[in-house]
C-alpha cells in the first residue's frame, strides 16, 4: 500500500478539532442557559489549553489535546466481536492492583497542567469506577466524554452529570433494537433509550458511539436512525470501524467499499445536519495524514497504569505509576513510532497499528 503523501500539521488539525466540537456544542445548546454558561467557560479554557500546547510545541514539545483512560477493565456485558475482550484487556472480575482514584485525579491534574483539553473515559465499563468519575468531575476545564454500555447509569449518575457538566455520557448503541441487542444483549437497547430520554428530559448533553460493521453500516447512518438520537437530545455520534481480532469476525470489518461509503455519508451528514457533530474513527484519522494514536493526537493509559500508542494496540514500556504524564507521553516506544513509518502508513483494516503489530512489537523489543 501507498504511504499518504504531503506534508500536514497534526496539531493544527487537533486543535481545530477541539475548537469545532466546543462550537458546535455551543450552537447547540444556546436554549439552556446552564449548559451554555458551562460551554462558554469550557471554550475560554480550552482556548487556554491550546496556548499551553502551541507554547509548548515552539519550544519543542508536542502535546496533544487528547487522551484516553480506561479507567477499568472490568465489565458487565459479552459483546459479539468485542475487541477488548478477545485481547484479555476486559474481563468480569474486578482488577487487580488497578490505579486508585488518587492516582487517577493526579494525572488529570496533570492533563490539565500540560494542556490536555479531552480525556475520553472508558473501560471496561467506565461507570463501575464511580469515585474516578466523580474525581473527573472536579477539573472543569477539561471536557470528559464516557464511554459507557448505558447500563449503569441510574438517578445518582443522572444527578451527577447534571451538576458536573463536563462529564458527557458516550452510549454505545448498535443500530435499531435487533442490531443493538443481537450484539449487546437483550434489554440493552430499551435501557439506552430510557437513559437517552432522562438525559433529554434533563436537558443533558450526550452522544453515541457506533461500531460500524458491514451488517450495521447503512442502518446507522441511515437518516432514520439518526433522526431519532437527535429527537433525544444527542449531540455527537462517534462511528468506530469494527477490528476484526479472529478470523470468525473479519468479515465484519468494513472494506475499502464500506470506508468509502462511511467517509461520503459523514460528509453528507455534516453538511446537512450541523446539529450534531459526527467523528470517524480511523476515517479522520485518514484525512488528518495518518495515524494520531502514540501521542501525536492522543494516547491510552490502560487501568494498571501502563502508557499505550492507544485502546488497540495495548503495548506499553512505561506505567504512569512510576512516571510523570509529560515523561510517559514521550516514552521510547511512543518516539519511536513517531519518528517511523508505521503510523504513516495506509492499511487495509480499521487500525494501522493492529494490523501492524508485529512492527509495533519489534519497536518494544527495541526500545
Not at 466481536?81 to 484479555?88: L, T, V
Not at 499505550?308 to 504512569?320: A, G, H, Q, R, T
Not at 511512543?334 to 517511523?340: E, P, T
Amino acid at each position: 500500500m501507498s504511504k499518504i503523501e504531503g506534508s500536514f500539521d497534526i496539531q493544527d488539525y487537533m486543535t481545530r478539532g477541539v475548537e469545532r466540537v466546543v462550537a458546535d456544542a455551543l450552537k447547540a445548546t444556546w436554549k439552556d442557559p446552564r449548559e451554555s454558561a458551562f460551554m462558554l467557560k469550557f471554550a475560554a479554557a480550552s482556548k487556554a489549553a491550546s496556548r499551553k500546547r502551541k507554547a509548548a510545541e515552539e519550544a519543542g514539545e508536542h502535546i496533544p489535546p487528547f487522551l484516553i483512560a480506561s479507567i477499568t477493565s472490568k465489565c458487565n456485558l459479552h459483546c459479539a466481536g468485542c475487541y477488548s475482550r478477545c485481547n484479555h484487556a476486559t474481563v468480569d472480575a474486578e482488577p487487580v492492583s488497578q490505579l486508585t482514584s488518587e492516582e487517577w485525579f493526579r494525572i488529570f491534574d496533570e492533563a490539565d497542567e500540560l494542556g490536555i483539553s479531552f480525556i475520553l473515559l472508558a473501560g471496561g465499563e467506565p461507570m463501575l469506577r464511580r469515585d474516578i468519575i466523580e474525581a473527573a468531575g472536579r477539573k472543569p476545564g477539561i471536557l470528559f466524554p464516557i464511554f459507557t454500555n448505558g447500563t449503569f447509569m441510574g438517578r445518582r449518575y443522572f444527578d451527577l452529570f447534571d451538576k458536573k457538566r463536563n462529564l458527557l455520557p458516550i452510549m454505545s448503541i448498535e443500530g435499531e433494537k435487533e442490531t443493538t441487542d443481537a450484539r449487546r444483549g437483550e434489554g440493552v437497547y430499551d435501557r439506552l433509550i430510557a437513559n437517552m430520554n432522562e438525559l433529554h428530559r434533563r436537558g443533558l448533553i450526550f452522544g453515541a458511539s457506533v461500531t460500524v460493521t458491514t451488517e450495521n453500516i447503512r442502518e446507522v447512518t441511515s437518516d432514520a436512525f439518526l433522526q431519532k438520537l437527535s429527537d433525544r437530545g444527542c449531540k455527537a455520534v462517534i462511528f468506530v470501524e469494527f477490528v476484526p481480532v479472529t478470523d470468525e469476525s473479519a468479515e465484519l470489518a468494513p472494506g475499502d467499499e464500506e470506508r468509502e461509503y462511511l467517509r461520503e455519508e459523514i460528509a453528507r451528514l455534516r453538511e446537512e445536519h450541523p446539529e450534531m457533530v459526527y467523528i470517524s474513527f480511523p476515517g479522520d484519522e485518514k484525512s488528518s495524514g495518518g495515524c494520531v494514536a502514540a501521542g501525536r493526537g492522543f494516547f491510552h493509559i490502560n487501568s494498571h497504569g501502563g502508557a499505550e500508542p492507544c485502546p488497540f494496540s495495548p503495548y506499553s514500556d512505561v506505567n504512569i505509576r512510576n512516571t510523570s504524564l509529560r515523561e510517559a507521553m514521550h516514552s521510547p516506544l511512543f518516539l519511536a513510532l513517531q519518528k517511523g513509518d508505521i503510523l504513516m502508513d495506509d492499511h487495509d483494516g480499521g487500525c494501522v497499528l493492529y494490523e501492524k503489530r508485529e512492527l509495533v512489537e519489534q519497536l518494544m523489543a527495541n526500545s
